[in-house]
């Protein structure tokens, strides 16, 4: 009886949710981004926003490999890695300013996106998921080992905070219209991204390979494209969670970070924008919410998502999505009966 009330409530919320413009959707969600730190009721909350904001940037690189290229990556951290050490280095070393090292990390991460997914796509399938998962670790052994540089296990204290016209950012609420900033910047390029031709290109590869060589698509060439993109969104925010920690260690990009941004994508919703999103606040939030269940928070956290891979396999969005097409489908009927 719970589970049948459960659905008409989610029914419920889907249908209003798909009865509103998209624009509106994203402008009551940003009116509220803006509104939640002055209501939050400390500094506590806002931080945790803003580790939500720096996983949804991530989900939302990933997204664009795994949700419209179709390839499973499991090194995705390494891009998050190599943007956090190229602001901890060239801020500390040579005394760049964040705005200086943010284009110069997202072009590192491009190169470096670049070169690995040029040897990874000789591969498919699970030989390409362990490829990306053996440069993710890669990544952590060199900081690990190149001691010279990273300052190896101990890791790099002491990083500079960004300023902007004098202004310097210092505490998390500070640092939230920052983050958001990021969050926009990155819907926006990933919604422009996807309706492009490149977008579509992914998608049609996504869906059949064959099927998109033989309509004159360069699987090699989309997909390395959609490899430097991730790699840059990944970049970029790695800058920013550097400043916002002021230290970097090897031990912030484990691979347990790749399969936790990989998990919010698959919950939320592949291929959707608004999916990488919704799974990265919701696997944020819930183990704040189940602190006080500490105890058992692991085994809740575990039967929430068995339940959801029962409930909606294909994630949040791609539970609500096949009611969003057959809405569209009933209103095309509609109106081709009255034409006619």
């Given at each position: 009886?719970?589970?049948i009330?459960?659905?008409?409530?989610?029914?419920?919320?889907?249908?209003?949710?798909?009865?509103?413009?998209?624009?509106?959707?994203?402008?009551?969600?940003?009116?509220?981004?803006?509104v939640?730190?002055?209501l939050?009721?400390?500094?506590y909350?806002?931080?945790?926003?803003?580790?939500?904001?720096?996983?949804?940037?991530l989900?939302l690189?990933?997204?664009?490999?795994?949700?419209?290229?179709?390839?499973?990556?499991l090194?995705?951290i390494?891009f998050?890695?190599?943007?956090a050490y190229?602001y901890?280095?060239?801020s500390?070393k040579?005394g760049?300013?964040?705005w200086?090292?943010?284009?110069?990390?997202?072009?590192?991460?491009?190169l470096f996106?670049?070169l690995?997914g040029?040897?990874?796509?000789?591969?498919?399938?699970?030989?390409?998921?362990?490829?990306?998962?053996?440069y993710g670790?890669?990544?952590r052994?060199?900081?690990?080992?190149?001691?010279?540089?990273?300052?190896?296990?101990?890791?790099?204290?002491?990083?500079?905070?960004p300023?902007?016209?004098?202004?310097k950012?210092?505490d998390?609420?500070?640092?939230?219209?920052?983050?958001?900033?990021?969050?926009a910047?990155s819907?926006?390029?990933?919604?422009?991204?996807?309706a492009?031709?490149?977008?579509?290109?992914?998608?049609?590869?996504?869906?059949d390979?064959?099927?998109?060589?033989s309509?004159?698509v360069?699987?090699?060439?989309?997909?390395?494209?959609?490899?430097?993109i991730?790699?840059?969104l990944?970049?970029s925010i790695?800058?920013?969670?550097?400043?916002y920690?002021?230290f970097?260690?090897?031990?912030?990009?484990?691979?347990?970070?790749?399969?936790?941004?990989?998990a919010?994508v698959?919950?939320?919703?592949?291929?959707?924008?608004?999916?990488?999103?919704?799974?990265a606040l919701?696997l944020?939030f819930?183990?704040?919410?189940?602190r006080?269940?500490?105890?058992?928070?692991?085994?809740?956290?575990?039967?929430?998502?068995?339940?959801?891979?029962?409930?909606m396999?294909k994630?949040?969005?791609?539970?609500?999505?096949?009611?969003?097409?057959?809405?569209?489908?009933?209103?095309?009927?509609?109106?081709?009966?009255?034409d006619?």
């Amino acid at each position: 009886m719970m589970n049948i009330r459960f659905r008409r409530r989610i029914k419920n919320v889907a249908r209003f949710w798909n009865n509103l413009d998209m624009r509106l959707k994203w402008g009551i969600l940003f009116v509220i981004a803006i509104v939640y730190p002055f209501l939050a009721s400390s500094q506590y909350y806002v931080h945790i926003m803003n580790l939500a904001f720096i996983y949804v940037v991530l989900s939302l690189g990933l997204n664009i490999v795994c949700g419209l290229a179709g390839l499973l990556d499991l090194g995705f951290i390494a891009f998050y890695a190599v943007g956090a050490y190229t602001y901890a280095i060239l801020s500390i070393k040579l005394g760049l300013s964040f705005w200086e090292i943010l284009p110069i990390a997202c072009l590192t991460t491009a190169l470096f996106g670049l070169l690995v997914g040029s040897a990874a796509f000789r591969l498919r399938g699970d030989y390409f998921a362990i490829v990306t998962m053996g440069y993710g670790e890669i990544i952590r052994i060199l900081a690990n080992n190149l001691t010279f540089l990273t300052n190896g296990p101990i890791g790099i204290a002491g990083i500079p905070r960004p300023t902007l016209f004098g202004f310097k950012f210092e505490d998390p609420f500070q640092y939230y219209f920052l983050a958001l900033s990021f969050v926009a910047i990155s819907i926006f390029l990933t919604y422009r991204f996807q309706a492009s031709r490149i977008g579509r290109a992914l998608e049609a590869i996504r869906e059949d390979e064959i099927a998109a060589v033989s309509m004159g698509v360069n699987l090699k060439n989309f997909k390395l494209i959609s490899f430097i993109i991730g790699a840059m969104l990944g970049g970029s925010i790695g800058v920013f969670f550097a400043s916002y920690a002021t230290f970097v260690s090897p031990e912030s990009f484990s691979f347990m970070e790749s399969v936790m941004v990989l998990a919010m994508v698959v919950i939320g919703g592949m291929g959707t924008i608004e999916g990488p999103v919704i799974g990265a606040l919701i696997l944020v939030f819930l183990p704040e919410a189940l602190r006080s269940l500490s105890d058992y928070r692991m085994l809740i956290f575990g039967a929430l998502m068995v339940f959801m891979m029962i409930v909606m396999p294909k994630g949040f969005m791609g539970w609500i999505k096949p009611r969003r097409i057959l809405k569209v489908a009933e209103e095309e009927n509609s109106f081709v009966t009255r034409d006619f």
